[in-house]
Nanobody, 126 residues
Framework: QVQLVESGGGLVQAGGSLRLSCAAS????????MGWFRQAPGKEREVVCA????????YYADSAKGRFTVSRDNAKNTVYLQMNSLGPEDTAIYYC???????????????????WGQGTQVTVSS
């Protein structure tokens, strides 16, 4: 399994931006589809976005469309989540996840993923 470490979370005012990073260990990062999920207190973990191994295709939850952008740099073993126009409803712990796959596909369910980071807290004040 790949080891994942998220960073970049913090406290931001409504309307602000944050960029999350997820660094992966190992030399086979390009074989992993990646996803970003979030979990707010008392709620289930939900998908934010996902990206294929190559980075050519992405998926966004409706709540993320037009505000968030996922990208990856396979040379740096890192996936990013740029979040703009943040609102209090975006407050949650954000997790990155990895799935080893032979296909250049993205995955949207938590159960699709093999490895998870420890999470990074994002708090948006109104």
């Amino acid at each position: 399994q790949v080891q994942l470490v998220e960073s970049g979370g913090g406290l931001v005012q409504a309307g602000g931006s944050l960029r999350l990073s997820c660094a992966a260990s190992g030399r086979t990062f390009s074989r992993y589809a990646m996803g970003w999920f979030r979990q707010a207190p008392g709620k289930e973990r939900e998908v934010v976005c996902a990206i294929t191994r190559s980075g050519d295709n992405t998926y966004y939850a409706d709540s993320a469309k037009g505000r968030f952008t996922v990208s990856r740099d396979n040379a740096k073993n890192t996936v990013y989540l740029q979040m703009n126009s943040l609102g209090p409803e975006d407050t949650a712990i954000y997790y990155c996840a990895a799935r080893l796959t032979s296909w250049d596909s993205y995955y949207r369910r938590p159960s699709d993923y093999d490895s998870w980071g420890q999470g990074t807290q994002v708090t948006v004040s109104s």
